[in-house]
């Protein structure tokens, strides 16, 4: 009898494997082994480092374990890795609606030693290819729209976070750095990472406010309720070296 | 006490420092807000990405080309953390939760290697309950707390260097043990210390210079030399495999011989480049000497001022193997920290400095008892339950120096992680 398999690797409810699957079942398992063997040899050869019992006990439940990699993979959810979640209380992602609307974030001016530029970095929760773009202001000087990072120097680093490159002699006298960012087209899709809280930064809860276009909020707002609470938005300064 | 109540000692004490930064912010989280990424509802440092891809490679079935595209190969950074991501793997398939399974994985990890630092001080004349000293603040170090709750399996790997201190140490000082059979057994014992971590760069030196001072070299010389070269071997052996089946072990920018090369100007590690460095070999030599004041203030800082203090202090009254130890691996762990400066790094010598730090504990125990009871007999009941009392003080401040943040005060996070910290 001939079989042709099919695009999705299943005929006639049998599940066929390509080649190249093949050859991840065999990594996967040498995978396994390669631990299982070096951790099993580290037990037996351990000598009086280990009592007997114990020895036997850890190398038991080594093996059982392996049992368990080997047979029961199946019902394990393999999770996403994200860079927020807009259910999430932890870290979330907020978009400017309008263009009156600003996000500020003061960072404490960063020690740059001898580089001349600095870059104000902002994190984006996925890849952004739209039509939209963010603009930065810096102790109230525009400084123009951001670019994917790597742009201005000719370096392709993905397009899920923004940079804007400047001479660092914009920071000079400065102890405190406020950076304003504005969204002059309105796009759902480009998305600035915050972080819902504000421990470890240097002025607290007065890290980061929200400007709805008539007054400043201390914070930002959450996705899920727009309520505005403390947070950090992914923005920060460093040098270019 | 005994080793049963030492263990669960560690247990709970480790639970104590894990459990609020599992559930809470951890220390990545509190330092470097921007670098955080989402799995399971749980905030995670972003180089947990290459763990859990591991981990995937291990648990699911999804097919390999889904798990190392072309432009993500396996990499050094996952080939060194192999047994602490098994690990991870298996509690994952038994807890069906990529983050609870790396949690356990380094849970797991933290306790054996602060139970191992207790047996390795005990094993090389430190008294029991000096010993277990130690493993109270190799239990409550940093090198456990600043990565929990971050699911980069680094408090697995930063705490295994006891371990298999402990299981090498056993193997040179056995008597009548074969040199063949203990080369043999210390180079399975580097293997898994090179897929623990990197600590084989650490032991094998550090054991080298030991046997230097300690007797009957010869033959403990010989299995250290076996122990290497089988460890070389086995190497090759496990690259050739995972080679074979399409896991081909790349250069991780992280790859501690990238980094030496990376410091040294040998940006691509041919001969050409090679030369080029040793050329410059002079002014490397000065520019290294030259950072040597700020590693050791780095070093300070890894550990906490007052702790450095107290191994100071108890330096002169540990036995001449824990000084020798303790000199030994702090002169690696400078070298090491002048060419990547980081906590972690610089805290190489951690299970000594702890020894040191745990007979320092006792000293001041021993003044402030007597400081307080001038007028009692030195070994009088009394005085040594005010010494008592005045050591779990001074065992209690250690901890909560470099633990403050459980309260909310976060300036040691911030200054630990000062490697890396960009200020926000």
Not at chain 2, 172 to 187: C, D, F, Q, T, Y
Not at chain 2, 198 to 227: D, E, K, N
Not at chain 2, 251 to 257: E, G, K, M
Request: hydrophobic share 50%; glycine share 10%.
């Amino acid at each position: 009898m001939h079989f042709r398999r099919s695009d999705d690797g299943w005929i006639k409810g049998i599940r066929l494997y390509s080649r190249r699957e093949v050859n991840f079942i065999v990594a996967r398992v040498v995978l396994a082994c390669v631990s299982l063997v070096v951790i099993g040899c580290t037990l037996f050869l351990g000598g009086r480092t280990l009592r007997f019992a114990t020895r036997t006990t850890l190398v038991s439940v080594t093996i059982v374990a392996s049992m368990c990699l080997a047979f029961m993979r199946d019902w394990v959810e393999v999770p996403a890795i994200s860079k927020s979640d807009a259910i999430s209380d932890q870290i979330w992602s907020i978009t400017l609606q309008n263009p009156s609307q600003v996000v500020r974030r003061v960072v404490p001016r960063p020690n740059i030693g001898l580089a001349a530029t600095v870059r104000i970095r902002v994190s984006l929760e996925v890849d952004y290819h739209g039509p939209s773009f963010l603009t930065a202001t810096v102790r109230g000087d525009d400084f123009g729209r951001m670019f994917p990072a790597g742009a201005q120097r000719g370096l392709s680093l993905g397009h899920d976070s923004l940079e804007l490159i400047f001479d660092s002699s914009a920071l000079d006298g400065l102890d405190f750095v406020e950076i304003d960012l504005r969204q002059p087209v309105p796009d759902p899709a480009l998305r600035i990472v915050v972080v819902g809280q504000s421990r470890g930064a240097e002025l607290g809860e007065n890290s980061a406010f929200f400007g709805d276009g008539f007054r400043w909020l201390r914070g930002v707002p959450v996705a899920r309720t727009g309520m505005i609470v403390s947070g950090l938005p992914q923005i920060w300064l460093d040098g270019v070296y | 006490m005994s080793t049963r109540g030492v263990g669960a000692l560690l247990m709970v004490l480790i639970a104590l420092m894990a459990i609020p930064r599992i559930i809470g912010p951890s220390w990545r989280v509190i330092a470097m807000p921007n670098q955080m990424r989402l799995i399971e509802g749980r905030l995670v440092q972003w180089e947990s990405e290459t763990m859990f891809r591991a981990m995937k490679a291990m648990v699911t079935d999804l097919p390999l080309a889904e798990i190392y595209p072309p432009t993500f190969a396996f990499s050094t950074d996952e080939y060194r953390a192999i047994l602490p991501i098994f690990t991870a793997a298996v509690f994952t398939n038994v807890l069906g939760s990529f983050f609870w399974g790396s949690m356990l994985a380094d849970l797991l990890w933290w306790w054996t290697g602060a139970m191992a630092t207790v047996a390795l001080l005990s094993r090389i004349g430190i008294h029991r309950g000096v010993a277990v000293i130690a493993g109270v603040f190799a239990a409550t170090s940093p090198l456990g707390v600043a990565y929990v709750g971050s699911g980069n399996l680094h408090a697995a790997s930063s705490l295994c260097l006891p371990i298999y201190s402990l299981l090498i140490w056993d193997v040179l000082v056995a008597k009548g043990r074969n040199p063949v059979s203990g080369g043999i057994r210390i180079g399975v014992f580097l293997l898994a210390a090179s897929l623990t971590y990197t600590y084989q760069w650490v032991l094998i030196p550090a054991f080298g210079l030991w046997l230097a001072v300690g007797h009957r070299c010869m033959s403990r010389a010989f299995a250290l030399l076996l122990g290497v070269t089988v460890f070389g071997g086995l190497t090759f052996v496990v690259r050739q495999i995972l080679g074979f089946v399409g896991l081909t072990v790349t250069a991780h920018i992280n790859d501690p011989l990238v980094v030496l090369f990376g410091r040294a100007g040998i940006e691509d590690g041919s001969s050409a480049r090679v030369g080029v460095a040793l050329a410059t070999a002079v002014e490397l030599v000065k520019h290294w000497a030259g950072q040597v004041p700020s590693v050791l203030v780095d070093t300070m800082w890894s550990y906490h001022p007052l702790m450095i203090a107290l191994a100071v202090l108890g330096f002169a009254s540990g036995s001449w193997q824990l000084r020798c130890w303790v000199v030994i691996t702090s002169l690696i762990a400078l070298a090491q920290g002048l060419i990547y400066s980081v906590p972690w790094v610089t805290m190489t010598a951690f299970p000594f400095v702890y020894g040191c730090a745990a007979h320092g504990v006792t000293a001041v125990a021993r003044w402030g008892s007597r400081g307080w009871l001038t007028g009692e007999a030195p070994g009088s009941p009394l005085v040594r339950k005010a010494g008592s009392a005045v050591a779990v003080g001074v065992i209690i401040v250690m901890i909560l120096a470099t633990n403050l943040d459980l309260f909310g005060i976060d300036w040691y996070v911030v200054k630990w992680w000062g490697f890396w910290y960009v200020p926000h």
